[in-house]
């Protein structure tokens, strides 16, 4: 069965930090692009990232771009996403996601920036 | 990068048919076949439903198709059931090589 655990949300003041890390196991992981998606609340879904198998490729959404770095560390199963410049507006779930069709996810980690 | 448009709400009676559009641009949803579909539950992690327009991952009834047609990619549910009481997004590949979501569709079973 294929499981990813979400981990490291919490509260952080605007313009702070933070580092989100997914635990994948029964999959592939290391065979596989790896993404971010995000749902602020009483917003749809939004994709913000992904990363190519060998962690040689990046990309992001208009919406984090600069302010968002994601990688990977193939040998520990685990995708990461370290947030700086954190706005109000990046309050949302964040859910890491398998392959380009997205066909397995966490249950997602909450991220609330707020003063 | 602007999201896909889909029906902010759609609502059927249990055994009825509904289609939810998803209208894209040249740029993404009228380029490439790689259209997906997600049921999303409240509280839940959401659902792969279709991929490649069309096509059903195993394990997902057969009550939920995919089409498309230019720019507009649809996901029709037949039979519905109360447990399709969901939100619906579609999702697709862009020529920026990114992905956009639509803004997502609350499906109401009457």
């Known amino acids: 069965e294929v499981q990813l655990v979400e981990s490291g949300g919490g509260l952080v003041q605007p313009g702070g930090s933070l580092r989100l890390s997914c635990v994948v196991s029964g999959f592939t992981f290391s065979g596989h692009w790896m993404h971010w998606v995000r749902q602020a609340p009483g917003k749809g879904l939004e994709w913000i990232s992904r990363?190519?198998?060998?962690?040689?490729?990046?990309m992001y959404a208009d919406s984090v771009r600069g302010r968002f770095t994601i990688s990977r560390d193939n040998a520990k199963n685990t995708l990461y996403l370290q947030m700086n410049g954190l706005r109000g507006e990046d309050t949302a779930v964040y859910y890491c996601t398998t392959r380009d069709w997205f066909d397995h996810w966490g249950q997602g980690s909450l991220v609330i920036v707020s003063s | 990068q602007s999201a896909l448009t889909q029906p902010a709400s759609v609502s059927g009676s249990p055994g009825q048919s509904i289609t939810i559009s998803c209208t894209g641009t040249s740029s993404d949803v009228g380029t490439y076949n790689f259209v997906t579909w997600y049921q999303h539950h409240p509280g839940k992690a959401p659902k792969f439903l279709i991929y490649e327009v069309n096509k059903r991952p195993s394990g997902v009834s057969d009550r939920f198709s995919g089409s498309k047609s230019g720019n507009t990619a649809s996901l029709t549910i037949s039979g519905l059931q109360a447990e399709d009481e969901a939100d619906y997004y579609c999702?697709?590949?862009?020529?920026?090589?990114?992905?956009?979501f639509g803004g997502g569709t609350k499906l109401t079973v009457l």
């Open positions: 990363i190519k198998h060998d962690g040689s490729i990046t």
């Open positions: 999702c697709s590949f862009t020529t920026s090589e990114t992905f956009v």
